[in-house]
Nanobody
Framework: VQLQACGGGLVQAGGSLRLSCVASGRAFSRYVAGWFRQAPGKEREFVAANRWAAGSTYYADSVKGRFTISRGNAKNTVYLQMNSLKREDTAVYYC????????????????WGQGTQVTVSS
């Protein structure tokens, strides 16, 4: 599975962005799709995950109620809609895919996109 993330940019606090991750290769719909982020000087952390086959999603507490993960109709795309953005959401965002069920650890995802920068200004 190859993943390509895009959609990052500069936005003011309180604004919105939608990240996209397009997958190619094996049937992406069979995988759990996840979003992670890494801020400068910090470890990569879990943001959200979606298991399309089970219709289940899971969010980090820090983004719950503000971010929404979803799949496109073709199932080879996963989105992260980010609303009410805060300065602390500034990070490089990565999409990932794994087949171990919904997990929050980076070690549980086998495939990674290249990352897209999100910067939230005050």
């Amino acid at each position: 599975v190859q993943l390509q993330a895009c959609g990052g940019g500069l936005v003011q606090a309180g604004g919105s962005l939608r990240l996209s991750c397009v997958a190619s290769g094996r049937a992406f719909s069979r995988y759990v799709a996840g979003w992670f982020r890494q801020a400068p000087g910090k470890e990569r952390e879990f943001v959200a995950a979606n298991r399309w086959a089970a219709g289940s999603t899971y969010y980090a507490d820090s983004v719950k109620g503000r971010f929404t993960i979803s799949r496109g109709n073709a199932k080879n795309t996963v989105y992260l809609q980010m609303n009410s953005l805060k300065r602390e959401d500034t990070a490089v965002y990565y999409c990932a895919a794994g087949n171990r069920g919904i997990q929050i650890g980076i070690q549980d995802y086998d495939y990674w996109g290249q990352g897209t920068q999100v910067t939230v200004s005050s």
